[in-house]
């Protein structure tokens, strides 16, 4: 597994490594209520899962008809999560355990997500998952956010590999998509059930349909290593 040519796998953090999408909701609905907007439910905030905060921010400023800076809220969002995030953000255990399981195989692996750089630091080091992973990169970096794959082009180069012997860990649409755009493959722990059936879930690699209550270190790093 160590072997220069074998696999590197490139993780989502939001919903795949962590679960940080109440922190996420809760982040947003505080920006909008300081904006007059009372009816931002979860379900709404679920459609926006897997992309990228920017993203989410200009539909959002467009329905809502906010009047500050795209790069206001932003920052004002940021504020709202990283406060929360530093309290209190849960890793999965059997995504702790396949960190762990390719870490000691020497795997390269990489975080490649939606949010800001300062988020992913903050949830990387009060999780202790920032011990495991030298390379991390933000769509901030990047041209374009998922469902495109400039985050997870650039998580490859700077890990060295090329992106056919690259595997995605996703757990929405917008990424698994992003991951076959990028010519790599997909393991897939769909994080709001129903997306299980989207298109781009269908044609993963590997699927765990019921989400993380399916999801196993050991069947996925047999499946990685083809044992």
């Not at 040519?5 to 919903?15: A, C, K, M, N």
């Not at 849960?90 to 988020?119: C, D, I, N, T, W």
Request: net charge negative.
């Amino acid at each position: 597994m160590s072997d220069k040519h074998g696999p590197s796998v490139i993780f989502d953090l939001d919903g795949t490594l962590v679960d940080s999408e109440p922190n996420y909701y809760e982040a947003g609905r505080r920006l909008l209520a300081e904006h007059g907007v009372s009816d931002f439910s979860w379900e709404r905030h679920t459609d926006f899962i897997g992309i990228g905060t920017r993203e989410t921010l200009e539909t959002l400023r467009e329905q809502y008809g906010l009047d500050s800076p795209v790069d206001t809220l932003l920052a004002d969002k940021n504020r709202h999560y990283l406060e929360l995030a530093r309290a209190s953000t849960e890793v999965y255990p059997e995504m702790q355990k396949f960190v762990e399981l390719l870490h000691a195989e020497a795997v390269p692996m990489a975080v490649a997500s939606g949010s800001s750089l300062a988020a992913i630091e903050a949830v990387l080091r009060g999780t202790g998952l920032d011990a495991f992973f030298d390379v991390i990169v933000s769509a901030e970096e990047v041209p374009r956010g998922k469902p495109e794959p400039d985050v997870f082009l650039e998580a490859a180069r700077r890990l060295g590999a090329i992106p056919a012997d690259c595997v995605v860990m996703e757990d929405a649409p917008p990424g698994a998509a992003a991951a076959y755009a990028a010519g790599m493959r997909c393991v897939a722990i769909p994080y709001v059930a129903a997306t299980a059936l989207d298109p781009s879930f269908r044609s993963a690699d590997l699927l765990y349909a019921g989400g993380q209550r399916d999801f196993t270190a050991r069947a996925t790093y047999n499946w990685l290593t083809g044992r």
